[in-house]
C-alpha cells in the first residue's frame, strides 16, 4: 500500500490514528508503538524523528529500560540536546538549549503536573515514551521558550503483560531496595493496565559551605566554612492504572489515573567555623524536616468518528495535590547560648479541573486539520505557622500565614499540517492563551494579574530531490514564559543568617510574561536504517527578559523577580547515531550515539563579559556506546556539561562547575522471562557545586561556595516475566 504522499507526517500520533481508520486509533490509545500507525503500512519504514514536519525526537521503552535507571532525569542526560543540572548531586533540573528556570516545558501527558512535583520521583518504570520537542506546535501549551520535554506514561499494551523489577541501590551515600511492576490485559472491547513502582533509600552525606568577603583594597574581611552531616530517607510510590473501553459504534473511552506519594525525612547539623570576621548569629544549628506529599490527577477520554470522516477527542481531568513540610530547629550564639528552639509549619493544597478537546480532519490535496482547546482552574490554600521558645521575632514579621490563589487559563488554537509537493511539507499552527491569577493573604494584599498571548507558529520539511536521506527543516515560533505564581506573591521567605548571598525572598506582583520570538533551521542525513546525522541552529530572543533584584530595605537583604530587558539565546547542536555495521560491513553488533550542543547567550541590561541567562549550560556533549551478542548486553555513556561564570547582574554572579557523568550498564538475559541487569553510574566520582557572589562598592565581594560530594552508585536488577 504505497502512497504517494510520502513525505506526510501528522503532528501528532492520534491525528495519524485517525485518518488511517478506528483500528489504528485503537491502537494508538492502547500505547501501541508508534510504528503501528504509519500510514505507508510499513511499520519499520516511519521514524517520527525523519518523518514528521514537527521536529520530534521519541525516546522509547527499550531506550529508556537499558541502563536500569531508578529516575527519569538519569535517562534524560543521555539524550542529546538535553541537560539535568544536578548541582546539589541529588535531583535536578530539565533543560534544553541550556535553560532551565521555566524556559524548558515539562510536561506528563502534555499537561503541566503541580508546582512542586519532583521528577526525581518518577520512575522509568511508569513512562510509556518520552517526547522531546525542539519547536513549539499549537497542540501544546507555548510556554516553551526553550523546548518541550513531554513524558507519556505506560500505557495498555498490545497483548497480555505481566512483569516485575526487583531493584537494589548501593553507594557510599546513598541506598536501599526499589521495585516495579506492570501488568495489562486486554479482551474483547475492553483493556486494562496497571504501572506502578516503589523506592525506599536512605542517605547519609556531608556538604560545606565556604563564605568569604573580601574588602575594596583586596584584604579578607571575612571567611567562614560550614560543615553540614546530613541523614535522612526518602519513600516514594507511583501508580498508574488505565482503563479502557471500545463501544460498539467504534467509541473509545477511557480512564488513565496517576498517583505520587513522597516521604522525606532528614536530619542536618550546620556547624559554622569563622576564621576571619565576626561569627553569624546563630552558628551552630541542628535542622530536622519532615515532608510528605501526594499528588493524585485522573483523566476520562472520549474519543468518537464522526460521520464526516473527522475525529473527535475530548477530556475532563481532576488533580489535586498535598504538601505538608515541617521543620524544627535549634540553634546556639558563638558562646553556646541557645538563641533558637522552634518550628516552622507550612502546606498547601492544590485542587484542579481542566477539559480539552481537538478536532481532527483530513482534507483534499494532503491537508490534515485540527482545532481544539485546552483549559482548567487551580484552586490553592497555603499556610504558614511559626513558633519559638526563645527567639524574638522582628517588628511587623508574620508569623502565622494563610492564603488562597485561583489560576485560571485558556486555550484555543488551530493548525494545518499538508504536503505542498511530495518532498516539501509545511505546518501553520496559531494558539492564543490567556491566564488570570488571583490571590489574596493575611499578610499582602490581594493581587491580580494576567496575561495574553497569539503564537503563530511555521514548521517546514523538504526532502532535497535525488539525495535519498538529505532533508532540511525550517520552524518561526512565537513562545513564552508565564511568571509562576510563587513569583507573583508579594510574601517574604526568611532565612536566620541573612546577607547578600543568602537574601529574604519575596515575589511581585508586577512581574510580566516573557515573550520570545524564535528560529531553527537544520539538515539532516539519514544514509541507513537507524543511521542519521543532524546539524541544528536556533535563536531565541525574548522580551521582558525576568532577572532577580538584590537590595537591602534598611534591615535586610530582600531579592525579588523583576522584568529586566532583552536577552538572546543562539544555540547550535550536531547530532548522529548510527550502528557501526552501517559504516564498516564486519563490524560488530555495536550502536553507537553522540551528540554536542554549545549555547551563546547575551542580556542586553548586564554588562559584560559573561552576561548570560543565570544557570544556563553553554556546552553539553554525550557519547554512547551499545553492544548486544545473544544473551548479553552492555554498554556505556559519558555526559558532560560545562558551565562556568555568569553575570546575572552588573553586581551579581554565579558560577557551577563542569561535570562528567560516566555510566556502564550489562545486563544478562538467561531465557525470554527473566533478565539481570547490573548498572554503575557517576564512575568518575564526580562532585557538585555552585558559587554565587555578590559585589558591593563599600563592603567588597561576598562569596558564597556550596560543595556536595559525590560517589559511585550501583544499581542491581532482577528482572521476570511471568
Known sequence: MKTPNRSRRPLSLIILAAFAGPTCAQQEEAGA???????????????????????????????????????????????????????QARGGEIQMRGLGAGYTQILINGER?????????????????????????????TQSVAGTVNIILRRVAKERERQLKLGMLQSSQFRGPNAALQLSERGEGFAWSLAGDATAERYDRAWSIFEETIAPGGAVALARMTSAPEEGRMRRMNLTPRFEWTLADGDTISVETFVNVNRFRNRTHLSIATEIGQPPPVPDQHNRMRADAEDLRTDLKWTTELDSGATLETK????????????????????????????????????GVNSTGKYM?????????????????GWRDEMRHERDAIRVFPPGLPLDETFEARVARMAVYAQDEWNITPQWSMYLGLRWEGIRIRASGDSFDATRSSSNVWSPIVQTLWKIPDRKGDQLRFAVTRTYKAPDLWNLLPRRQVWENNSATEADFQGNPELKPELAWGVDAGYEHYWAESAMVALR???????????????????????TPVN??????????????????SLFAQAPAIDVRAGVSRHWARVKSVPGPDNRLERQTPLSANVGLDYKAGAL???????FTRNGQVRVTANRGYYSEARTDLEAYAAWRFD?????????????????????????????????????????????????KF
Request: a negative charge; glycine letters at 10%; proline letters at 5%.
Open 564 to 581: 529586566d530587558g532583552r536577552a538572546e539565546v543562539r544555540t547550535l547542536e550536531l547530532e548522529t547515531k548510527f550502528p557501526l555495521a
Open 361 to 377: 480532519r483530513k482534507l483534499e490535496n494532503g491537508h490534515a486539520i485540527a482545532a481544539g482547546w485546552d483549559g482548567g482552574v
Open 113 to 141: 503536573p503541580p508546582g512542586g512535583f519532583d521528577f526525581d520521583s518518577l520512575s522509568p518504570d511508569v513512562v510509556e515514551r518520552i517526547e522531546v520537542l525542539r519547536a513549539a506546535t499549537a497542540d501544546l501549551s
Open 672 to 720: 525470554p522471562k527473566r533478565l539481570v541487569r547490573l548498572s554503575l553510574s557517576n564512575l568518575a566520582h564526580e562532585d557538585s557545586g555552585f558559587e554565587v557572589t555578590y559585589a558591593d562598592p563599600v563592603a567588597g565581594v561576598e562569596k558564597r561556595r556550596f560543595d556536595y560530594p559525590g560517589a559511585v552508585r550501583i544499581q542491581a536488577n532482577y528482572e521476570l
Open 33 to 87: 508503538p508508534v510504528s503501528q500507525v504509519e500510514i505507508k503500512g510499513s511499520s519499520a519504514s516511519y521514524d517520527p524523528r525523519r518523518d514528521d514536519t514537527a521536529t520530534r525526537t521519541v525516546i522509547g521503552r527499550d531506550e529508556l529500560g537499558r541502563y536500569g535507571d531508578r529516575s527519569v532525569l538519569d535517562a534524560l542526560k543521555r539524550v542529546p540536546g538535553v541537560t539535568v543540572n544536578t548541582n
Open 633 to 639: 548486553a552492555l554498554g556505556g555513556s559519558v555526559a
Open 316 to 351: 475532563l481531568g481532576l488533580s489535586g495535590e498535598n504538601a505538608d513540610n515541617t521543620i524544627f530547629r535549634r540553634g546556639a550564639d558563638p558562646l553556646g547560648v541557645p538563641v533558637t528552639d522552634g518550628w516552622v509549619d507550612s502546606g498547601w493544597r492544590d485542587r
Open 537 to 559: 541552529a536556533s535563536l531565541r530572543r525574548i522580551e521582558d527578559y525576568t532577572s532577580n533584584r538584590i537590595y537591602f530595605d534598611g534591615y535586610r537583604w530582600i531579592v
